[in-house]
């Protein structure tokens, strides 16, 4: 079972919070109607957000590569650090649009 | 014991009865495997009829040849059986199949689950072609979108043959997933650890992950869609509370998915044939390993691209469009893995190898327009045109039929024994190539001139008519070629030369047995030190067959197998198999009735058929029961091994965690459903709220707490000696005051057919029961069990099981009466 949460736990935090910054993205818009230009308070908690996934995502990165909690060398540790990198790189990749875009329509 | 004398009496223990009446009484994977697998094929040339009579009609412009009423169920069916019926089910098959040979066992974990699935996938299949046949079929296109399908517009029973058959049909598919799941994680020969697993394994186990993840939210949408049909519950219904929007999310939660879930065991087959054609090793494993979980997860982070065109905000669509571009590289990483593989080796261009290069051909170009229309500005222009469908085939077609082809000329010898004798396979590869490409280019060509999909008729001054002719002479080639293969495997079957063991020279363990396979799939069983055991040990097959592995000693009218430690592979446990029985038929036969009743709306036997299951479940587990403590079992090799009954984890309890993470992911859809419709429907706040009450709130927690500490408790106490008699009762009676509260809160769910509020608590309820009354009913048995003296502080594995499915009950009850009362409460 640790193994597999070696491998699982990095996509599956990514899974999580692109869903969850998707959803707080439409409830943060429910307050701001139209765009956040004159909101910057949820344009801020949107990049707050941004942020926190980027820095869980480097932290199982760190804790995958650190001998006392890698997986047992070879093949599940190459899979499991290859699903730290995944997710990793999904979560700048995905949630990259919030830096960039600032409405809600 | 001589090689021949062991074949004789491990087929006396393994054989299915012989002829006619095997069928129905068999949980052989060996039968099953083929038996899913012809059944598919039989649905793959149903819609492929159905795909003609599309380009039949599509051929010339103002078309007569069907009207409106009917081409629309003839594409639906189309779609729905291709990828309903033949798709996943040929997954299932060829993976119930090859599992355990793969893996060096003799079974895969639960055989009468396999024959349930089988059945139910059968009856479900039937049910939808009857209807076509009355011209009664499902019409409102493969996702069912409401409103069009909901009772106001589609009227009919059309929609609810779709509902109900197809879930019908989905019970076949999680079963299936469950059993590879376990099977591969425990089911493996002594010594294989997860890194020597064949490649096919991991694509099974990720691929079977998939589903039980990704199946439920499309469960939970036919579920509610059929409730609101039938009995007017407005989920979908924008003036009620309801919204269509939330049927888009459900379907392509599991609509996206299902697409990876057809790919990745297509993949799988083309990383097990591919190395082999080209005289080499697989390159990359464990980047294909790693490609196909990053894969796996991405798809899950795609289904909005399909919901580009429904006005959601920009930042959506963005997050949606970045990620369907980045799963290109999980995808391009196995292409380059298997194109290095290929560099790496000598290909020879023997049939399976034609097809997997039209695969490389036609996939490729299926990836790339993928990409094309994962650009938002592209899609509104292309989204509902026959580039849509053009595109979806060439992924479909090439990502999976291709593979598949070359799948079936490669086991081909394995499953009949026989060798390839005739060439007719060059010329219809031939005519199938050319056939896909020349309908499906032209589609893409005739969409971006604005054709849309799914219409029965265009007029000559829309300029499309030569590009569809085109494409109707197209696959009319294709369809012939796909007659010549059919054909070729008959001629092949009925009439090919005896082959010798292993024809293509192949390093995997499926090969390692006579062909076609024997019942009882390895005489004795195998320990494995590396990932070609046939590379290093060519001589393994004899060696197998006169006894020199694993349990090379039948004992009388067992069936016995080995389970591993599922990461290391060391052995773990001695298992022992159930035998032929009808019981599966029987079950998934009243399972139907089940579903027949709701359709038809004989609502009185509904409660008929619901205790008809819970009467055979009864009889399936008991059977399980063991009057002694087993003793340990030596298995060969100076190796002793407990049974699974005096297992901690025991089969059925990994069984169960899966069952469950299927199930929780239902849960998971239902409450984001909720959620979703709370805060995004219109027609929201709802006219009258539930009124919560602080007596049916703290009962019910207080069940739901007591439940799984009594559990506890009663495992510990079994553990020690004693027989917890009492813990269990109080369980029972915790986890039944539990399922009243769900059962007050479905009463007082407020005006359930005016708003989708009142509705979805009162399916929020209803699940909470329906949990509730699962876990009292095993707890009961678990105390009848113990009455009896089916237990003892040995065997002791079904304690853990009904802990787990009262815990689940309690956790989930606690989340449903807190979703009920608390707003309430707090406001
Ligand atoms: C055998 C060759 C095949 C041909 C000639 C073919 C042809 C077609 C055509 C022309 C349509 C468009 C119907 C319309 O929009 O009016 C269509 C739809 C579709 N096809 Fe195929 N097809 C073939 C195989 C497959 C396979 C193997 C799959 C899946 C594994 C598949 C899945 C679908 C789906 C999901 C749709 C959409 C149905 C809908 O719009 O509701 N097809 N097919
Ligand atoms: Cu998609």
Redesign the interface.
């Known amino acids: 079972m640790t ?1 597999l949460l070696r ?2 736990l990095a ?2 935090v ?2 999580v919070s ?2 969850a ?3 707080l ?3 943060l ?2 307050t701001a109607e139209g765009s956040f230009a004159e909101f910057p308070v949820q344009r801020f908690v949107l990049l707050a957000a941004f942020l926190l996934a980027i820095a869980l995502q480097i932290t199982i990165l760190w804790v995958l590569y650190q001998p006392r909690f890698a997986a047992p060398a ?3 540790r ?2 499991s650090r ?2 730290g990198w ?1 997710g990793l ?2 979560t700048v ?6 830096v ?2 600032s ?3 | 014991m001589r090689a021949l004398e062991r074949h004789r009496k491990l087929t006396a223990i393994w054989a299915s009865e012989t002829g006619f009446k095997g069928w129905f009484s068999t949980v052989n994977h060996n039968d099953l495997g083929r038996m899913f697998l012809f059944t598919a094929f039989f649905f793959f040339i149903i819609g492929g009829l159905l795909a003609m009579l599309i380009r039949v009609q599509l051929a010339t412009p103002n078309s007569a040849f069907a009207g409106p009423e009917i081409y629309n169920q003839i594409f639906t069916m189309h779609g729905t059986v291709m990828m309903f019926l033949f798709a996943i089910p040929t997954f299932e098959g060829l993976a119930i199949y090859l599992l355990p040979k793969l893996l060096g066992t003799r079974d895969l974990a639960f055989p009468r689950l396999t024959a349930y699935g089988f059945w139910c996938y059968a009856f479900g299949g039937t049910m939808l072609i009857v209807a076509m046949l009355f011209g009664i079929a499902p019409d409102g296109g493969w996702f069912m979108y409401p409103p069009l399908s909901s009772a106001i517009h589609s009227p009919g029973i059309n929609a609810d043959f779709w509902l109900i058959g197809i879930t019908f049909v989905e019970i076949s598919a999680i079963a299936a997933a469950v059993e590879i799941t376990v099977s591969v994680l425990k089911y493996r020969a002594p010594g294989m650890s ?2 020597k697993m064949p490649i096919f394994a991991w694509y099974a186990l990720i691929t079977a992950l998939m589903i039980l993840t990704g199946f439920p939210p499309l469960i939970l949408g036919s579920v509610l869609l059929e409730l609101e049909r039938a009995f007017g519950l407005p989920f979908f219904q924008a003036d009620l509370g309801g919204d269509s929007l939330l049927w888009q999310h459900l379907f392509w939660l599991f609509g996206h998915p299902e697409v990876y879930i057809i790919f990745l065991p297509a993949a799988g087959v083309i990383s097990t044939v591919l190395p082999v054609m080209c005289r080499t090793t697989l390159l990359g ?3 294909i ?2 490609a196909a ?2 894969l796996a ?2 798809s ?2 795609l289904w909005v691209h399909h919901m580009f065109t429904t006005g959601i ?4 669509l ?2 949606f469009s ?2 369907s571009t ?1 799963v290109a590289v ?1 995808t391009g990483v196995q292409i380059f893995a298997w194109i290095g593989t290929m560099w790496k080796g000598r290909p020879e261009l023997h049939l399976p190898m034609l097809h997997i290069l039209g695969f490389f051909v036609t996939f490729v170009i299926g990836g790339l327009t993928g990409v094309m229309v994962a650009v938002v500005p592209f899609d509104w222009q292309a989204h509902d045109t026959a580039f849509i469908t053009a595109h979806l085939h060439y992924v479909l077609f090439g990502g999976f039929v291709f593979p598949i082809f070359a799948g079936i000329y490669y086991w081909l010898p394995h499953f009949t024994g026989r060798q390839q004798f005739f060439r007719l396979g060059e010329l219809a590869f031939a005519l199938v190539f050319v056939g896909f490409h020349v309908t499906f280019l032209a589609m893409h060509w005739v969409g971006l001139l604005g054709q849309r999909r799914r219409i029965s008729g265009y007029t000559p001054e829309d300029g499309w008519s030569v590009i569809n002719l085109i494409s109707s002479v197209g696959s009319f080639i294709l369809a012939i070629g796909i007659a010549m293969i059919l054909i070729d495997v008959l001629l092949h079957i009925f009439t090919a030369r005896r082959s010798c063991r292993n024809p293509w020279n192949a390093t995997t363990l499926e090969w390692a047995m006579i062909t076609p396979a024997p019942a009882y799939t390895f005489a004795s069983l195998p320990l494995i030190s590396c990932r070609d055991p046939l590379g290093r040990e060519p001589a393994l097959a004899t060696a197998l067959a006169r006894g020199e592995g694993y349990l090379g000693v039948p004992r009388e009218g067992l069936r016995e197998t080995l389970a591993v430690d ?2 290391s592979g060391r052995p773990e446990m001695h298992v022992l198999y159930p035998a032929n029985t009808r019981l599966p038929i029987v079950m998934s036969a009243v399972t139907g009735l089940f579903f027949l009743s709701l359709l038809l709306k004989f609502y009185w036997t509904v409660p008929l058929a619901l205790v008809g299951v819970i009467i055979l479940a009864w009889r399936w587990v008991w059977s399980l029961g063991l009057r002694d403590d087993p003793a340990m079992q030596p298995v060969g090799h100076d190796l002793t091994l407990p049974s699974a009954a005096t297992a901690e984890r025991a089969p059925g309890w990994w069984g169960s965690v899966f069952l469950l993470t299927a199930n929780g992911t239902f849960f998971g859809a239902l409450l984001f459903g909720f ?1 979703f419709l709370w ?2 429907a219109p027609g929201w706040p709802p006219p009258v709220w539930f009124k919560p009450s602080v007596l049916e709130f703290a009962l019910g927690v207080a069940g739901a707490v007591i439940a799984p500490l009594a559990m506890r408790r009663a495992i510990r106490k079994n553990r020690a000696g004693d027989t917890p008699f009492s813990n269990v009762l109080i369980a029972l009676f915790g986890i039944a005051v539990l399922g009243i509260t769900c059962a007050a809160l479905m009463m007082r769910a407020p005006a359930p057919t005016s708003h989708a509020y009142g509705a979805t608590l009162l399916v929020l309820g209803g699940y909470g029961l329906f949990h509730a009354t699962v876990a009292a009913l095993m707890s009961g048995f678990l105390a009848t069990q113990m009455r009896l003296g089916f237990t003892s502080a040995k065997r002791r594995a079904a304690f853990p099981i009904v802990a787990l499915w009262v815990k689940y009950a309690s956790i989930t009850g606690l989340i449903i009466l807190s979703a009920a009362h608390l707003p309430g409460m707090l406001s």
């Open positions: 193994e491998i699982l996509p599956l990514w899974l692109f869903s910054i998707y959803g993205h439409g409830l818009c429910e070879g093949l599940l190459f899979v290859a699903g995944t790189v999904a990749w995905t949630l990259f649009p919030i960039a875009l409405t809600c329509t | 997860l890194e494993y464990g980047w390993v790693s979980l990053a997860f991405l899950f982070g905000p920009h930042l959506g963005a997050f970045a990620a980045l999980p599922s990461a959620a805060t995004v």
